[in-house]
């Protein structure tokens, strides 16, 4: 009888210990997609380029819940993940721009390196700047590049830590439109 | 004048190693380090130089200048990162084992060792055997 329960007690031991094994460290929720939460308000000076069509600052709450809005935070330091993924997002904006809207957040950057960034790029959907990075603090962001997916009704849907692929992109863009 | 020298040498590297002081209060550090870094693996918010740290300490910095309390700093920060935020695991729910597990170990430790060398007692037939065998003469 107490040889089982030692055997036992190993055998459940060995059983968290590999559990444990399996577990990837790296793997980092977002509260905000876990929940399905509202997007965060904020509102952000418009970067130069876009001033003409965007104006001068953009609020997040006037165009939640209108349609699906991508949101990309970045930064010109951030290499090589977000030179990666800045063709791949001007991409699917160019395919999408009638029914999601793509918006950059360049974080914790200098405006003279993000513009030239933007120029290398020649990306054509809003960007904002934020040099404090404080609403990446309000999404929960780890680091750069963070791409949040916002359904129509202005809530969280997912969240994608690292540099987007196209794939993963049309994936949740399927998901967020209706 | 050796003296003088030698004691030079001595507290030299000592003003060298002087760290400018913190813009920040020490209490703000002292929250800090009770939050992880979120880009940084196995730092505090309060050592990392990452941009997420140092605006973290600049929130903190606001908050405590607008009177919230630590518990409300803390519940901020858990309210968008999560309870892995938090260095110590809080005392409820699953993490609650982190607290409780070490305990109960070192109680089985302790109960282990006692039972391992408590004085047993002797069955009463081996002492008459062995009173017989001492009384018996030697063959």
Same mark, same amino acid.
């Not at chain 1, 031991?13 to 904020?42: I, T």
């Given at each position: $009888?107490?040889?089982?329960?030692?055997?036992?007690?190993?055998?459940? *031991?060995?059983? *968290?210990?590999?559990? /444990? $094994?399996?577990?990837?460290?790296?793997?980092?929720?977002?509260?905000?997609?876990?929940?399905?939460?509202?997007?965060?308000?904020?509102?952000?000076?418009?970067?130069?380029? %876009?001033?003409?069509?965007?104006?001068?600052?953009?609020?997040?709450?006037?165009?939640?819940?209108?349609?699906?809005?991508? *949101?990309?935070?970045?930064?010109?330091?951030? %290499?090589?993940?977000? %030179?990666?993924?800045?063709?791949? *997002?001007?991409?699917?904006?160019?395919?999408?721009?009638?029914?999601?809207?793509?918006?950059?957040?360049?974080?914790?950057?200098?405006?003279?390196?993000?513009?030239?960034?933007?120029?290398?790029? /020649?990306?054509?959907?809003?960007?904002?700047?934020?040099?404090? /990075?404080?609403?990446?603090?309000? %999404?929960?962001?780890y680091g750069v590049p963070e791409t949040f997916f916002i359904d129509g009704e202005g809530r969280v849907l997912a969240r994608h830590a690292g540099a987007i692929d196209q794939a993963t992109l049309e994936k949740y863009l399927k998901e967020a439109l209706p | 004048m050796r003296w003088v020298l030698f004691l030079a040498l001595f507290f030299l590297p000592a003003l060298g190693q002087a760290e400018p002081p913190p813009d920040l209060s020490p209490e703000v550090f002292r929250i800090a380090r009770e939050l992880r870094c979120p880009v940084c693996q196995g730092e505090s918010a309060a050592e990392s130089n990452s941009g997420v740290a140092v605006e973290m300490r600049r929130i903190i910095a606001e908050m405590l200048q607008e009177g919230k309390t630590e518990e409300e700093i803390k519940a901020f920060f858990v309210d968008r990162y999560g309870e892995w935020i938090l260095y110590s695991p809080p005392r409820r729910g699953v993490t609650l084992w982190a607290w409780v597990l070490p305990g109960v170990a070192l109680f089985l430790l302790a109960w282990g060792l006692f039972a391992y060398f408590r004085p047993r007692k002797v069955p009463k037939e081996l002492l008459e055997e062995a009173e017989r065998r001492l009384k018996e003469p030697p063959a």
């Open positions: $009888m107490r040889a089982w329960l030692w055997i036992l007690l190993v055998v459940a *031991l060995g059983g *968290l210990f590999f559990w /444990g $094994m399996q577990r990837n460290p790296k793997e980092l929720p977002s509260v905000l997609a876990k929940e399905r939460r509202p997007a965060p308000d904020f509102t952000l000076p418009v970067l130069l380029p %876009y001033r003409a069509e965007w104006g001068e600052t953009f609020r997040l709450s006037d165009h939640l819940g209108k349609r699906p809005i991508v *949101l990309n935070f970045w930064a010109s330091w951030c %290499y090589p993940a977000c %030179y990666e993924e800045a063709p791949v *997002l001007e991409a699917a904006w160019r395919a999408y721009k009638d029914r999601v809207l793509f918006l950059g957040v360049n974080t914790q950057d200098k405006e003279a390196e993000a513009l030239k960034f933007i120029a290398q790029f /020649g990306l054509t959907f809003p960007q904002v700047f934020d040099p404090r /990075g404080r609403v990446g603090v309000d %999404y929960g962001m | -």
